[in-house]
């Protein structure tokens, strides 16, 4: 397959998988929403979560299988700082009541005028922070 193959491929499957979700379950495919209503349960709305969440994550693992080339991805930050950005995107998330899953996935499918506004504050949060850490971080 082509460089560009398989990011197309898995923008393709996540557009179907989110679609979906949607027209058999009549639910957004928000991660963070999924992950919140794990630790808070809501009964008879788990399992389907369960799955979703495990396709998510066995996707590399089946990918690897498929393809004989490991895919290598270079971290330009140590893995605290990593996980210290995921963290304080975590928090982002609760506030605004979604992630980028939620709103820039579905919500732009759906036209959704809150989903535009989340985002573009997100992509512009990104831009700005990405600038921020190149100027002010040591480089690694």
Not at 13 to 30: C, P, Q, V
Not at 91 to 119: D, E, F, K, N, Y
Request: include cysteine; glycine fraction near 14%.
């Amino acid at each position: 397959m082509t460089e560009y193959g398989l990011p197309l491929l898995g923008g393709v499957l996540i557009g179907l998988s989110a679609t979906l979700l949607l027209a058999i379950n009549g639910r957004i495919a928000g991660i963070s929403g999924m992950l919140h209503s794990l630790v808070h349960p809501v009964p008879n709305q788990t399992y389907w979560r369960w799955f979703f969440l495990a396709g998510l994550l066995s996707a590399s693992f089946l990918l690897k299988m498929v393809s004989y080339e490991a895919i290598e991805v270079p971290l330009p930050h140590p893995l605290w700082m990593i996980g210290l950005g995921g963290f304080i995107a975590g928090i982002g998330t609760r506030m605004s009541g979604g992630c980028t899953s939620g709103h820039g996935v579905c919500g732009l499918g759906r036209r959704s005028p809150r989903s535009i506004v989340a985002t573009v504050l997100f992509m512009f949060s990104g831009m700005v922070t990405v600038y921020l850490v190149r100027i002010f971080a040591e480089p690694y």
